[in-house]
Structure formats: C-alpha cells, structure tokens
Antibody, heavy 119, light 108 residues
C-alpha cells in the first residue's frame, strides 16, 4: 500500500532554516512527482512546489522562489523540503503529496509536519 | 497564475440535504486537471474527485463532480454525518498548481 511518511514536528527561531523529509513507499519512487503543500493555522491549503524524483527537476510557486529548496535522495527514496529565512508566518503544517501524472491530482498525502517559528 | 475562487465560504446544511459547491477559475482550465479534496480537522486532505468528474478509489457515489472551462461544481447528493468538512478544489496548468480557498460544509 502507498504511504508517505514525514519527519516529526519542529520548532525554529525566526531567521533559521528548516528541512522536512518525506519518505514514500509502496510504489516505484521515480514514477511520481512529489509536491509540498502547507497550511497555516486555521487557513487553507497553499501549493509550494514540486520535485521530479527521477531527475531532480523542481518547480516552485513564485511566492517561495529563493527561499525554498526541494531535493531528493534516490539512495534512500526520500524527498526533502527546505525553507530558509523563517518568519512567524511560516508556522504551518507542511504536507508532501504524490502526484498522479495523468490528471495532475494528489492521490496520496503524508501525515503532515508541524513547523513552528517562534522566538 | 490561475486563481480559483470557491463559493460559498460556508454552507450550512442538515444531514440528508444536497450540497452544491462551486469552484470558479480566473481563466479557462483543462477539465483533466481539476480535482477536489476533503479535509477534516486534524487530518491530511483526501482526494475525492480527479479529472473534474472521476471519483477516486473508495469514494462513495453520493459525491460527483462536473464542469468545464472556468466553472466547476462538486455535488454531494445526500449529506452523511461524516461529510461535514472543508472542501478544496485544485487546478494544474502551465507547470503550476493552485488551490481554491475552501468551502466549509457545516451542520445546520
């Protein structure tokens, strides 16, 4: 069965960086793009960007350009999302999700990782 | 960038009633790339509908999607207690994805 398991909650100071991991299983790692979506407390879903696990190519939402880095480690079949220059507004649950390539939908999601930015 | 506007923001209905949720795009989008998600408190979103009208695996028949161009609709034919949640539409185009702001379906 397909599963995406994310790293645990994290607390960071303003100005710091965070890296969240996402380890998919139950399918061929290279066959599906992985997306990152965040949700601030009480707010809606916000698409951050995507990575192709096969070649590592990334596409980021304009809002996060220059601050986000998505990478993958093919030896461990793990995807990472890094966000730097953290602000209190970055406090959110960060989700990874698998893309179904034919229709561009997100058919499986990770459990979410709460990142809290606070001094 | 395509902006998705969902309406209404909140829908207050009773179990057994029909729910009609709207998702309007700022420009025409491909029907292949419009999907709907359900999110309950404390849970990750769950795919309901992909390609505008195809139900995802395990999704009950009371959920249906329709639309084309800039106007898309999610319909829940008869609300069950477990359907009260927040619903989001998502579109893909030009290598970018955008979500609508969500519609909350609450118990009246």
């Amino acid at each position: 069965q397909v599963e995406l398991v994310q790293s645990g909650a994290d607390v960071k100071m303003p100005g710091a960086s965070v890296r969240v991991s996402c380890k998919p299983s139950g399918y061929t790692f290279s066959n599906h793009y992985i997306h990152w979506v965040r949700q601030a407390p009480g707010q809606g879903l916000e698409w951050m960007g995507t990575i192709n696990p096969s070649g590592g190519r990334t596409t980021y939402a304009q809002k996060f350009q220059g601050r986000v880095t998505m990478t993958r480690d093919t030896s461990t079949s793990t995807v990472y999302m890094g966000l730097n220059s953290l602000k209190s507004e970055d406090t959110a649950i960060y989700y990874c999700a698998r893309e179904e390539p034919l229709y561009g939908d997100f058919d499986y999601w990770g459990q979410g990782t709460l990142v809290t930015v606070s001094s | 960038e395509v902006v998705l506007t969902q309406s209404p923001g909140t829908l207050s209905l009773s179990p057994g009633e029909r729910a009609t949720l709207s998702c309007r795009a700022s420009q025409s989008i491909s029907s292949n790339y419009l999907s709907w998600y359900q999110q309950k408190p404390g849970q990750a979103p769950r795919l309901l509908i992909y390609g505008t009208s195809s139900r995802a695996t395990g999704i009950p028949g009371r959920f249906s999607g329709s639309g084309s161009g800039t106007d898309f609709t999610l319909t829940i034919s008869r609300l069950e207690p477990e359907d009260f949640a927040v619903y989001y539409c998502l579109q893909y185009g030009s290598s970018l994805w955008t979500f609508g702001q969500g519609t909350k379906v609450e118990i009246k």
